[in-house]
């Protein structure tokens, strides 16, 4: 299983950005897909989530801002990021299980190695 995040880089606070995750060794359609973030000195965040049937979920703060989507096709989930602050400073990780509630709780069976953002002021 191999779970490939890339897309990430240095933009500037209002940019926006597109990460993207491809997926290999398992069934990814049969997969819930989420990405969580962690920044410097703090713990592993919830981004998003978007369950086999495509319905999304999205940390707090990320609402309205970012957007998760998923093409079963080319096995990848993307991560749409507009309006980006500093405060979106981070890694971001993409996540894989087969029940939404190990994503949701933080414990999928299969992290991505991740990807920087970083968001200058």
């Known amino acids: 299983v191999q779970l490939q995040a890339s897309g990430g880089g240095l933009v500037q606070a209002g940019d926006s950005l597109r990460l993207s995750c491809a997926a290999s060794?398992?069934?990814?359609?049969?997969?819930?897909m989420g990405w969580y973030r962690q920044a410097p000195g703090k713990e592993r965040e919830l981004v998003a989530i978007?369950?086999?049937?495509?319905?999304?979920y999205y940390g707090h703060s990320m609402k309205g801002r970012f957007t998760i989507s998923r093409d079963n096709a080319k096995n990848t989930v993307y991560l749409q990021m507009n309006s980006l602050k500093p405060e979106d400073t981070a890694v971001y990780y993409c996540?894989?299980?087969?029940?939404?509630?190990?994503?949701?709780?933080?414990?999928?069976?299969?992290w991505g190695q991740g990807t920087l953002v970083t968001v200058s002021s």
């Open positions: 978007i369950s086999i049937g495509g319905t999304t």
């Open positions: 996540a894989a299980d087969i029940l939404l509630y190990s994503v949701q709780r933080g414990s999928p069976g299969y």
């Open positions: 060794g398992f069934t990814f359609g049969s997969y819930v």
